[in-house]
């Protein structure tokens, strides 16, 4: 079984930065795609940014320029480096994690964390 455990999160003025954390802990093995995505209430959850295991990274087009994913493959950790923020990019984050324990695959989700973006 695989945990995320997520951290970060919080209360910034627009403009400002915030940066996000989640390790994955437990029966890990491997770990190959890590994510960061988003869900407003009434609305469903959408994909902020990827991050592979070999460091192949992919944005969506509201963040690109603004936020930077990476990882850290030896503590099984992936971050998000939020600037400029937005209004609209409060929303609740959740950490996804995909690979294998020595069993079998996992596909894991973190708790979430709050981000609201005060004008």
């Known amino acids: 079984q695989v945990q995320l455990v997520e951290s970060g999160g919080g209360l910034v003025q627009a403009g400002g930065s915030l940066t996000l954390s989640c390790a994955a802990t437990?029966?890990?093995?491997?770990?190959?795609?890590m994510a960061w995505y988003r869900q407003v209430p009434g609305k469903q959850r959408e994909s902020v940014a990827v991050i592979t295991s070999i460091g192949t990274t992919n944005y969506a087009d509201s963040v690109k320029g603004r936020f930077t994913i990476s990882r850290d493959n030896a503590k099984n950790s992936v971050y998000l480096q939020m600037d400029s923020l937005k209004n609209e990019d409060t929303a609740v984050y959740y950490c996804n994690a995909r690979g294998f324990t020595p069993r079998a695959p996992f596909d894991s989700w973190g708790q979430g964390t709050q981000v609201t973006v005060s004008s």
């Open positions: 437990g029966s890990v093995f491997t770990v190959n795609s």
